[in-house]
């Protein structure tokens, strides 16, 4: 399994930008499915977007589609979330996840490892 370490998430005004980062450790990064999770107070956790081992495929959630983008850098083990005119309603904790890359990312729903979560607030 791999640790994660998220970071970047913060304060921001609606229409901003932000750029959230997980770091992981081990060798078996480029292995795994990563992706984005979110969850809001009184909320199910969400999958918003996610990446296949080499990043040659992704996937968003509708409210992600043309806002967010994710992406992977394999050679320094981070998995990466840049998130575009953001709205009050993508306050949320967002998580860091890996999966089995033998699993769908569409979204992704087997989850082996989990990152502590960044808060990410949206203020209008």
């Known amino acids: 399994q791999v640790q994660l370490v998220e970071s970047g998430g913060s304060l921001v005004q609606a229409g901003g930008s932000l750029r959230l980062s997980c770091a992981a450790s081990?060798?078996?990064?480029?292995?795994?499915?990563m992706g984005w999770f979110r969850q809001a107070p009184g909320k199910e956790r969400e999958c918003v977007a996610a990446?296949?081992?080499?990043?040659?495929?992704?996937y968003y959630a509708d409210s992600a589609k043309g806002r967010f983008t994710i992406s992977r850098d394999n050679a320094k083990n981070t998995v990466y979330l840049q998130m575009n005119s953001l709205k009050p309603e993508d306050t949320a904790v967002y998580y860091c996840a890996a999966g089995p890359s033998t699993t769908s990312i569409a979204p992704m729903r087997v989850i082996t490892s989990w990152g502590q979560g960044t808060q990410v607030t949206v203020s209008s």
């Open positions: 990446t296949t081992r080499a990043g040659g495929s992704t």
């Open positions: 081990g060798r078996t990064f480029s292995t795994y499915n």
